[in-house]
């Protein structure tokens, strides 16, 4: 029997933080048309904004110094490959349907409470690269100012989140304000180095590094390359954490829409691998003066490219601060950002409990902080290789879900459906294939399977994980997409009814139609969060001997 008392509660009320969505941004819900204002241009500008990082450099610098020139090269270009491919359907999705990495994730075949643990992939993800990319700024701040670089952590961990805090409103005008200076700057080393040493650029090809083979192109280093270089693919979870806010793909504007989803989406990675490139380029190019370890720091690197077209290292040295610090405050700032609505995800499932998206800011900046403080980019290429084994596998379930079971198979619904109302905990389909393909390349990336295995692991995690995903789907035959039928199909292909406002009888807000799900608890209709953050039901709406388990009304 239901308590009845618990049943009837008393009206939720949510703290300030959370009640304003210019400060919250929707960090658990869809984005509704009424709060995306932005056009196509303003949407893609933001999100290439972020992939101003030059952690690009240092990975592709620091390939070059341990696998020479050719492994390198190759094992960029095919990572690059499959980020791109992979990216599509989940900046498609994503546009489409206007909610973010999780959300989609958790329609894609993982189930509720199965995407908590890629929320917490995700999350890592943003904390990993933010103390990457904030040591990157730390190295330019004690080169130039010469204070301990400690200090520098700190103040390169802290002067991001006041610029969070305020989420796409604030972000897209500092994105938008800070990127043509910093094309600008980028290019004028190459530039420089092209007109004042144009035979370096030859002599490249024959960098050998510290790689025992040299130059040439080796099969085993080509594959750790690569597996470095695809760390990089959850970086597709960022860029929809703008794309969402796109507006409706109309017949006047397609051609736009497409342009900015396939540019900010998976395009992102073209302007990466051109950095990672870059970055080759620049480590062999101060590699016999500076030595290993800061051939592939970035400020080394712009700084040895500024002193072509600068007089005196002074000013060398303040233009390539200034671009670094610019260039990490534009990616770290989407780091704490697409952190804090990882853990508000997180948190909110798990615990019921959402203080709202501002506070798991300072989490994630916090946690960045103590990885750079105990010197994670001293492990750069170990780091981001185990990490790629367990992101792949998460990338290629949901994508294999978005690509083959939804339009081929048609076993997975055609819409994404992310309410907790409507889904089972666990879907085993995603879940399970991600749980599969990183059990097995974890030991692989190990050198349990032998030294090819080893080499190839990301790959293994993706081939596993995109393979089982429709397997799966066709054993289960679908059964554990939906929970509870309701009318979201219909809502999402009719647009009147899917923008039309519903009040929430918990919270006493208004949202759209995505949004909300018929409570068969409360006896009332309920916006996402509040059913996210309910805990007294115990699912009751999916039990159908005990409530009913009533359907979504259709919309009038």
Same mark, same amino acid.
């Given at each position: 029997?239901?308590?009845?008392?618990?049943?009837?509660?008393?009206?939720? #009320?949510?703290?300030?933080? +959370?009640?304003?969505?210019?400060?919250?941004?929707?960090?658990? #819900?869809? =984005?509704?048309?009424?709060?995306?204002?932005?056009?196509?241009?303003?949407?893609?500008?933001?999100?290439?904004?972020?992939?101003?990082?030059?952690?690009?450099?240092?990975?592709?610098?620091?390939?070059?110094?341990?696998?020479?020139?050719?492994?390198?090269?190759?094992?960029?270009?095919?990572?690059?490959?499959?980020?791109?491919?992979? $990216?599509?359907?989940?900046?498609?999705?994503?546009? %489409?349907?206007?909610?973010?990495? /999780?959300?989609?994730?958790?329609?894609?075949?993982?189930?509720?409470?199965?995407?908590?643990?890629?929320?917490?992939?995700?999350?890592?993800? &943003?904390?990993?690269?933010?103390?990457?990319?904030?040591?990157?700024?730390?190295?330019?701040?004690?080169?130039? *100012?010469?204070?301990?670089?400690?200090?520098?952590?700190?103040?390169?961990?802290?002067?991001?989140?006041?610029?969070?805090?305020?989420?796409?409103?604030?972000?897209?005008?500092?994105?938008?304000?800070?990127?043509?200076?910093?094309?600008?700057?980028?290019?004028?080393?190459?530039?420089?180095?092209?007109?004042?040493?144009? $035979?370096?650029?030859?002599?490249?090809?024959?960098?050998?590094?510290?790689?025992?083979?040299?130059?040439?192109?080796?099969?085993?280093?080509?594959?750790?390359?690569?597996?470095?270089?695809?760390?990089?693919?959850?970086?597709?979870?960022?860029?929809?954490?703008?794309?969402?806010?796109?507006?409706?793909? &109309?017949?006047?504007?397609?051609? #736009?829409?497409?342009?900015?989803?396939?540019?900010?989406?998976?395009?992102?990675? *073209?302007?990466?691998?051109?950095? !990672?490139?870059?970055?080759?380029?620049?480590?062999?190019?101060?590699?016999?003066?500076?030595?290993?370890?800061?051939?592939?720091?970035?400020?080394? !690197?712009?700084?040895?490219?500024?002193?072509?077209?600068?007089?005196?290292?002074?000013?060398?040295?303040?233009?390539?601060?200034?671009?670094? *610090?610019?260039?990490?405050?534009?990616?770290?700032? &989407?780091?704490?950002?697409?952190?804090?609505?990882?853990?508000?995800?997180?948190?909110?499932?798990?615990?019921?409990?959402?203080?709202?998206?501002?506070?798991?800011?300072?989490?994630?900046?916090?946690?960045?902080?103590?990885?750079?403080?105990?010197?994670?980019? $001293?492990?750069?290429?170990?780091?981001?290789?185990?990490?790629?084994?367990?992101?792949?596998?998460?990338?290629? =379930?949901? *994508?294999? /879900?978005?690509?083959?079971?939804?339009?081929?198979?048609?076993?997975?619904?055609?819409?994404?459906?992310?309410?907790?109302?409507?889904?089972? !905990?666990?879907?085993? +389909?995603?879940?399970?294939?991600?749980?599969?393909?990183?059990?097995?390349?974890?030991?692989?990336?190990?050198?349990?399977?032998?030294?090819?295995?080893?080499?190839?692991?990301?790959?293994?995690?993706?081939?596993?994980?995109?393979?089982?995903?429709?397997?799966?789907?066709?054993?289960?035959?679908? %059964?554990?997409?939906?929970?509870?039928?309701?009318?979201?199909?219909?809502?999402?292909? /009719?647009?009147?009814?899917?923008?039309?406002?519903?009040?929430?009888? #918990?919270?006493?807000? /208004?949202?759209?139609?995505?949004?909300?799900?018929?409570?068969?608890?409360?006896?009332?209709?309920?916006?996402?969060?509040?059913?996210?953050?309910?805990? %007294?039901?115990?699912?009751?709406?999916?039990?159908?001997? !005990?409530?009913?388990?009533?359907?979504?009304?259709?919309?009038?």
């Amino acid at each position: 029997m239901i308590d009845e008392q618990a049943r009837e509660g008393t009206r939720k #009320r949510f703290g300030a933080l +959370v009640d304003n969505e210019i400060v919250e941004d929707y960090s658990l #819900r869809y =984005a509704p048309r009424s709060f995306r204002k932005w056009s196509e241009y303003a949407v893609a500008t933001t999100a290439l904004g972020g992939i101003a990082y030059l952690v690009d450099f240092a990975i592709g610098g620091s390939l070059a110094v341990a696998f020479g020139f050719s492994s390198a090269i190759w094992a960029i270009l095919l990572a690059a490959v499959t980020i791109f491919v992979t $990216g599509l359907p989940i900046a498609y999705y994503s546009a %489409k349907y206007n909610i973010d990495m /999780d959300l989609l994730t958790r329609g894609a075949g993982f189930g509720y409470l199965g995407s908590t643990i890629t929320s917490l992939i995700y999350a890592s993800f &943003t904390f990993i690269f933010f103390s990457l990319e904030a040591v990157v700024m730390a190295q330019a701040i004690t080169l130039f *100012v010469g204070i301990p670089i400690w200090v520098s952590y700190i103040i390169s961990a802290l002067m991001v989140i006041p610029l969070v805090v305020f989420g796409m409103t604030l972000l897209s005008k500092f994105q938008m304000w800070t990127q043509p200076i910093w094309f600008a700057l980028i290019a004028l080393p190459f530039i420089a180095i092209a007109v004042q040493d144009p $035979g370096a650029y030859a002599e490249w090809t024959s960098f050998g590094g510290e790689s025992e083979t040299g130059p040439a192109f080796n099969f085993l280093a080509f594959g750790l390359a690569a597996g470095v270089a695809l760390s990089l693919i959850a970086q597709i979870g960022e860029q929809v954490d703008y794309l969402r806010f796109m507006p409706e793909k &109309t017949a006047a504007n397609s051609k #736009r829409w497409w342009a900015a989803v396939l540019s900010a989406g998976p395009g992102w990675v *073209v302007l990466g691998a051109l950095k !990672q490139i870059g970055g080759a380029f620049l480590a062999f190019y101060i590699f016999s003066t500076a030595g290993p370890e800061k051939a592939v720091e970035p400020i080394e !690197q712009f700084v040895r490219g500024f002193e072509q077209i600068l007089p005196g290292g002074f000013w060398a040295l303040a233009v390539a601060t200034f671009l670094v *610090v610019i260039s990490q405050m534009k990616i770290n700032v &989407t780091n704490a950002y697409a952190g804090s609505l990882a853990w508000s995800n997180f948190f909110s499932r798990i615990f019921h409990w959402h203080p709202g998206r501002v506070w798991w800011v300072f989490l994630n900046v916090g946690i960045a902080l103590t990885l750079m403080l105990f010197g994670v980019f $001293g492990f750069l290429n170990f780091v981001l290789g185990f990490y790629s084994n367990v992101a792949i596998a998460w990338i290629g =379930a949901v *994508v294999a /879900d978005l690509v083959i079971n939804k339009p081929f198979l048609k076993v997975s619904p055609s819409y994404i459906e992310f309410k907790r109302a409507h889904l089972y !905990q666990i879907n085993p +389909v995603g879940f399970g294939s991600m749980v599969a393909g990183a059990a097995v390349s974890i030991p692989a990336f190990f050198g349990a399977f032998g030294e090819y295995a080893q080499a190839f692991s990301p790959y293994l995690a993706l081939t596993i994980a995109f393979v089982l995903s429709p397997i799966l789907a066709l054993a289960t035959k679908g %059964k554990y997409y939906i929970a509870r039928e309701g009318s979201t199909s219909a809502r999402l292909e /009719d647009d009147e009814a899917r923008y039309a406002l519903t009040t929430c009888g #918990r919270c006493g807000q /208004d949202y759209e139609a995505p949004d909300m799900a018929h409570c068969s608890f409360h006896e009332t209709p309920i916006c996402s969060l509040c059913c996210t953050l309910e805990k %007294k039901c115990h699912d009751a709406c999916k039990k159908p001997l !005990q409530i009913g388990g009533k359907p979504d009304p259709e919309p009038a």
